[in-house]
């Protein structure tokens, strides 16, 4: 004859209301200590309104960490006391419960009042943040594989990696991408948005607290993504009217003609291993990095042009550093393989003496034995 064992007395559990007292102290502990937690410690609040989404991540988490305490802590607790023992027996099955309206109510309303609370708070902060007024300086992000262009409206030239905006300025900035999904985040502003190709993103805020700050690119972007780091430069409204200055003389320097015969090697051999060393090799054409090696361009018989299919001459050089160049490889005719993306002057940030002495170090390398 089957063991028979008498069903357990249907309830909560021993001890149900004195745990629920334990994790709800446990809770509000917890809920007490990210209240209060100064996030401006430890990541500076650099922009507004970076205090309102701190505000939002703050609440957010208090409300994860109670679902947190309550589920994990009931699952805990009602698989230890509703357990299988040892006394029952083969045929013994555990407390059936079905239709408790009470229950089912409770565990509707309770999660449906909570979304709704969070929905509110998201959804003000949102409306705030799409409202803030943020057009007395409006300009571009542009996302390149592997580098941030800038846009701004009085420069007729971009600025590449570097970020200058002037503290207590509503900025309004426009970010997409020329190529694949970038991302434009910057940790202190807490703000973020995809760099897609084809949409245009909006992003306002205002620049309060100087100092220097990393924009970061969240979504893989290729093998170089994660050194697509740019810098945002939050200055006086004095130091950054200097900073426009000095770019409107640098973009004044940069028309006319390059001078070639002013260019000196050693400066350019320095400029070399800061612009060109990480594509460039400076061995032999097919010593190749992403683009080919430089050491022999003007007396390399087996590569007698440049990738332009132009003759080795300073000037088609410099042609090259100017304009950049994508598409195959013209050298070996036009069915030649790819060879990638080479940025033009404004991409590399280029003056003409930089053109000049990048020339003459690369004609040097073909004179070296």
């Given amino acids: 004859m089957a063991q028979y064992t008498a069903p357990r007395k249907p309830g909560l559990g021993p001890g149900f209301?004195?745990?629920?007292?334990a994790m709800t102290i446990l809770n509000a502990i917890a809920s007490y200590f990210i209240a209060n937690l100064d996030i401006d410690k430890y990541l500076p609040e650099a922009a507004d309104p970076a205090s309102d989404i701190d505000a939002l991540f703050k609440f957010l988490s208090v409300v994860g960490n109670a679902i947190f305490v309550y589920v994990v802590g009931y699952i805990v607790y009602f698989c230890i006391v509703w357990r299988r023992r040892a006394s029952d027996g083969p045929d013994a099955i555990g407390i059936q419960i079905h239709d408790n309206p009470r229950l089912e109510l409770w565990w509707t309303i309770i999660p449906a009042i909570l979304m709704v609370i969070v929905a509110f708070f998201s959804v003000r902060i949102w409306i705030n943040l799409q409202n803030t007024i943020g057009d007395v300086l409006t300009m571009e992000s542009i996302?390149?594989?592997?580098?941030?262009?800038?846009?701004?409206?009085?420069?007729?030239?971009?600025v590449y990696d570097d970020m200058h905006l002037p503290a207590g300025t509503p900025v309004t900035l426009h970010v997409t991408s020329a190529d694949v999904i970038h991302s434009f985040w910057v940790p202190e502003v807490r703000l973020k948005a995809d760099m897609v190709p084809?949409?245009?993103?909006?992003?306002?805020?205002?620049?309060e607290k100087i100092g220097t700050y990393r924009i970061i690119c969240t979504e893989f972007c290729g093998r170089n993504h994660g050194n697509m780091v740019a810098t945002l430069h939050i200055d006086s409204q004095q130091d950054f009217g200097r900073w426009l200055s000095r770019?409107?003389?640098?973009?004044?320097?940069g028309s006319g003609p390059i001078a070639l015969a002013s260019g000196q090697a050693t400066a350019g051999q320095a400029l070399f291993g800061q612009k060109c060393s990480t594509c460039h090799s400076v061995g032999a054409f097919d010593q190749k990095i992403v683009g080919p090696g430089l050491g022999h361009l003007l007396d390399d018989p087996t590569h007698p042009n440049l990738v332009t299919g132009e003759k080795p001459t300073p000037a088609d050089i410099a042609h090259v550093l100017v304009n950049g160049y994508q598409g195959p490889d013209n050298s070996q005719g036009k069915s030649g393989p790819s060879i990638g993306v080479m940025p033009n002057r404004q991409a590399n940030a280029l003056s003409n003496s930089d053109i000049a002495n990048l020339t003459a170090y690369i004609v040097s390398l073909s004179q070296t034995k």
């Fill in 198 to 207: 084809g949409l245009v993103q909006t992003l306002r805020f205002t620049p």
């Fill in 17 to 21: 209301w004195q745990v629920t007292i």
């Fill in 143 to 158: 996302g390149h594989q592997f580098k941030y262009e800038f846009r701004y409206p009085r420069l007729k030239q971009s």
């Fill in 247 to 253: 770019q409107f003389k640098a973009q004044g320097q």
